[in-house]
């Protein structure tokens, strides 16, 4: 890969086996969760990606002694400060790309009395709605929280105070939101309950209890989170899984990809995450789950996926946040399946790294492909024929690896601009297609 610049040339199967990078969601919490902990948190499989690199740099600013990440089979150490141990740092926090990063200190510092904390990004995450973490914090639970365009946009500056405690009932399911106010919760001055309407991912929850918070999850489908402050956190063992949304590449490209055949190891299967694995089971797509066992709170397993024929998929707004991040590759195979493909109630994307609505519309149209773009969604009938073409990722990591496994089918090769941003959450991972499509 030379200048961010890389050509994918069709005509090979993928073979072999795959251990995935660590669970990008999981990877923060365990940084912020063991930061604020007392004692030491020790983290194996951590992703040492750019995105977690971030949430490191940023606690280190604020006096948390974390070991270096990605150095090769060595755990990262994070020695915790406890709840209100969060030093008031020389300089602003600058969060990189990472949303994650931006909208879940904003929760950690919102209740560090006295401290006043400025938080930034690159010219991207500046761009990206932060309005939805900052209302409910302002509104429901006394937060001082300002930043351009009413607090919506960064830079912006949290200056800790006393925070209450309360109902919050979220406007969208959101982990990130729903994160942000359990941490913000956890220095309250009374129990934060989080109802969402629709339940998102929970890696916040399980960890949370794993730390030793006092925390209840009831109603439908676990829809109420409910916090009562004043338990410290204790620092814990942690076991990161492999992150299904980055498997989802090598589930997609093998279903779609004549003669592959694919183990993936050790892969996360929480429910509020699995929805991928449920789509293509719609589809008839040739996925097995062996070794199903429980990691430090978490369901894992292998994912054995062969490929072979697929119908159709419809998504629709109540399945979106169990596979939000999956979308762009399942843009991918539909346009192998037999049949018409619908993604609706996926607005969200249109705030992500990049509008991938837009931009997976943009650069898979650049291939031949006849892809319709709704308010918030995609139809897609197929099959369809791929011509290689040169393609661009516009700087979205899960933009540059669809296009990588759709290129793989086209007829001719397709050179991909941007590749490098794939190491936001999948360092190695041109590497690894190379391996696999070799063997």
Same mark, same amino acid.
């Given at each position: 890969?030379?200048? *961010? ?14 251990? $995935?990078?660590?669970?990008?969601? =999981? ?15 020790? =983290? ?6 750019? %995105? ?19 150095? !090769?089979? /060595? ?51 500046? @761009? ?37 405690? *309360? ?8 982990? /990130?939101?729903?994160? #942000? ?13 989080? =109802? ?5 991912? %929970? ?27 004043? /338990?410290?956190? /204790? ?30 190891? @050790?892969? *996360? ?24 066992? @429980?990691?430090?709170?978490?369901? $894992? ?18 399945? $979106? ?21 619908? =993604? ?13 609505? #837009? ?5 898979? !149209? ?10 918030? *969604? ?40 941007? #590749? %490098? ?19």
């Amino acid at each position: 890969m030379e200048g *961010g610049s890389i050509t994918i040339e069709p005509g090979c199967s993928l073979r072999g086996e795959v251990m $995935v990078p660590g669970d990008k969601s =999981i990877s923060h919490r365990a940084l912020l969760f063991g930061a604020i902990a007392e004692g030491t948190t020790t =983290i194996h499989g951590l992703l040492t990606a750019a %995105d977690p690199c971030s949430t490191a740099d940023c606690l280190r600013a604020m006096g948390v002694n974390i070991s270096p990440l990605g150095t !090769k089979d /060595q755990p990262v150490v994070v020695e915790g400060v406890g709840l209100d141990g969060l030093q008031e740092p020389e300089d602003v926090l600058n969060c990189g790309n990472s949303g994650t990063t931006m909208r879940l200190l904003m929760g950690l510092l919102a209740g560090c009395r006295g401290r006043h904390f400025f938080l930034t990004g690159d010219a991207s995450l500046r @761009q990206r709605p932060m309005a939805r973490v900052s209302r409910p914090l302002c509104r429901s639970m006394g937060a001082n929280i300002s930043g351009r365009d009413n607090g919506n946009l960064a830079p912006l500056a949290v200056n800790g105070c006393q925070l209450r405690g *309360g109902t919050i009932g979220t406007s969208v399911a959101s982990a /990130q939101v729903k994160s #942000a106010l359990l941490l913000a919760g956890l220095m309250a001055n009374g129990s934060v309950s989080v =109802i969402e309407p629709i339940r998102s991912r %929970d890696h916040s929850e399980r960890m949370l209890k794993a730390f030793g918070a006092d925390l209840q999850v009831t109603g439908d489908h676990g829809r109420h989170v409910r916090l009562n402050p004043g /338990q410290p956190l /204790q620092g814990q063992e942690i076991v990161v899984p492999g992150d299904i949304s980055s498997a989802a590449f090598w589930l997609v490209g093998a279903a779609i990809t004549p003669g592959s055949r694919l183990r993936l190891l @050790q892969v *996360g299967l929480n429910p509020t995450r699995t929805g991928v694995l449920e789509v293509l089971q719609t589809m008839g797509a040739q996925v097995q789950v062996e070794r199903q066992r @429980q990691i430090v709170g978490e369901p $894992v397993g292998d994912l054995l996926v062969r490929h072979g024929p697929l119908g159709p998929f419809s998504i629709g707004p109540e399945l $979106v946040p169990r596979l939000v991040d999956e979308i762009p590759i399942l843009a991918v195979a539909a346009l192998f399946a037999q049949g018409t493909s619908q =993604i609706s109630g996926a607005g969200e994307l249109r705030v992500k790294e990049t509008d991938r609505l #837009a931009v997976m519309t943009r650069q898979l !149209k650049a291939m031949g492909a006849v892809v319709e773009e709704t308010a918030d *969604g995609l139809v897609i009938q197929g099959p369809q024929k791929l011509q290689g073409a040169q393609l661009d990722s516009e700087a979205d990591h899960r933009v540059a690896m669809s296009l990588a496994l759709a290129a793989l089918n086209a007829h001719g090769p397709s050179p991909i601009d941007g #590749a %490098d941003a794939a190491g936001v959450s999948y360092p190695g991972f041109w590497q690894q297609l190379q391996q696999l499509g070799s063997n």
